[in-house]
């Protein structure tokens, strides 16, 4: 037997076996004296047959494959330990040459992504200054307003800016209806410019009762199948109705009903500390995702192309999970965001690079630093979601199943984001 390793760029390497003689000859005879066991031969027990009757009998196909899987049971792995080869994803086979003399064949490895650790501790970055501003406090002041709003029937006049309409709508293109322009009894709040530009304009001055067709265009960034063009949408008006909003006092901060709040002082000084609060971590999170940006981009990584393929063809898997839920294809979301499967299938291998430069980064960092995590941090974990869910933890552990792989990759990464935020002073 001759065997040849290859050592290719990108973690790949190529096992080159050829077998002839003495040693193919032996595992050709094995594979004949399993195969004839099982061949019957009238007049003879099962196995009890002369070898030239049950010879003949069995394909030589059947031998030479039979010969071949028993030749890579016992030599694939073995190689793979002597070489210190570790396939990340499912080895290629390739058989050149196959007879009852000899084989040559090839086994192309994929190995996980290799990581050269640039610089990951003592790096300088600049956190965003937080400022609570008093427009800041009263966005959520104005949001407690809306959410409080009484809202009543305007039995006569005409619909007024502010007002809350009930409507039904269809939408004609060239005079042919088109897909998800129509719905009916629909509350639309006039001013709110949440439908295409003209559109709620267009409904001031109506009636209850009143129909009407209202002639827009859509916007260029549109939907590729409408950008751009003329519609019509017939508008039939069922229902005014009027929004009033309470006073911005004392007793709006008691409407909401908050722990210690009972003036509207309390209540902006409560919302100025929640606002803070939700920037110190935005700032918090911007910051560690550019300090991982800077690490990953001075760190090496090689990775074969069929790592990032697959990783990418499993996001694709999930897309069309989610567009199936929804009742969409992948044609149909492609046109809405006018992008060709080929760019689509570019940026998921795009992002398939870049999630894999991460994992890998963070896997090396917790290897050189020795960071794992224990059976106690997993029963941790276990108890955290219980607490959360309201479930026992053995519920909890049946609900996640065969996961707990995946569970503990999880905590790795939350120890080793813990351990680069305490080295770069964040």
């Not at 099982?38 to 394909?59: C, D, H, I, M, Y």
């Not at 000899?102 to 600049?126: F, H, R």
């Not at 996001?315 to 689509?344: C, G, P, W």
């Amino acid at each position: 037997m001759e065997k040849t390793i290859e050592r290719k760029e990108n973690c790949k390497s190529i096992i080159n076996f050829k077998v002839n003689g003495e040693d193919w000859k032996a595992e050709i005879e094995k594979a004949y004296k399993k195969l004839e066991k099982n061949v019957s031969v009238p007049g003879f027990r099962k196995g009890k047959a002369p070898e030239n009757l049950t010879r003949s009998k069995v394909s030589t196909d059947e031998v030479m494959n039979e010969a071949l899987n028993s030749f890579l049971m016992a030599n694939y792995e073995k190689t793979l330990t002597e070489e210190n080869l570790n396939p990340i994803i499912r080895p290629a086979v390739n058989v050149s040459k196959i007879s009852l003399e000899e084989v040559e064949l090839s086994i192309t490895i994929i190995g996980a992504p290799t990581v050269t650790l640039g610089e990951y501790k003592n790096i300088k970055i600049e956190k965003s200054l937080i400022v609570v501003t008093d427009e800041d406090v009263n966005e959520e002041l104005v949001k407690l307003q809306q959410k409080n709003a009484e809202i009543s029937v305007k039995d006569e006049g005409t619909v007024e800016n502010g007002n809350i309409v009930t409507i039904d709508f269809e939408g004609f293109v060239d005079g042919v209806a088109f897909e998800g322009g129509k719905a009916e009894k629909y509350d639309l709040e006039i001013g709110s410019h949440s439908f295409i530009p003209g559109f709620e304009e267009q409904i001031i001055g109506m009636k209850s009762g009143e129909e009407k067709d209202i002639n827009v265009k859509f916007p260029e960034n549109y939907a590729p199948q409408l950008a751009g063009k003329d519609a019509t949408f017939k508008i039939k008006l069922h229902e005014i109705k009027i929004k009033s909003l309470p006073e911005i006092n004392d007793d709006l901060a008691l409407d909401a009903n908050l722990d210690n709040v009972s003036t509207l002082d309390e209540l902006k000084e409560y919302y100025r500390e929640q606002i803070r609060s939700k920037k110190e971590n935005e700032a918090n999170d911007a910051a560690t995702n550019k300090l991982l940006e800077i690490i990953v981009n001075c760190s090496t990584f090689e990775v074969a192309d069929e790592i990032i393929e697959d990783e990418a063809n499993h996001h694709l898997e999930d897309v069309n999970h989610q567009l199936s839920a929804r009742n969409m294809t992948l044609e149909k979301y492609l046109e809405m965001i006018n992008m060709t499967k080929e760019d689509f299938m570019s940026k998921l291998k795009e992002d398939a690079l870049k999630n894999l430069k991460y994992a890998f980064v963070i896997m090396k960092i917790a290897e050189v630093e020795k960071i794992t995590v224990s059976k106690d941090d997993v029963n941790k974990a276990y108890e955290d979601i219980s607490k959360m869910y309201g479930m026992a933890v053995d519920d909890v552990k049946k609900a996640l199943g065969n996961r707990e792989e995946s569970l503990r990759r999880d905590l790795v990464n939350q120890k080793v984001l813990e351990f680069l935020k305490k080295e770069n002073n964040l």
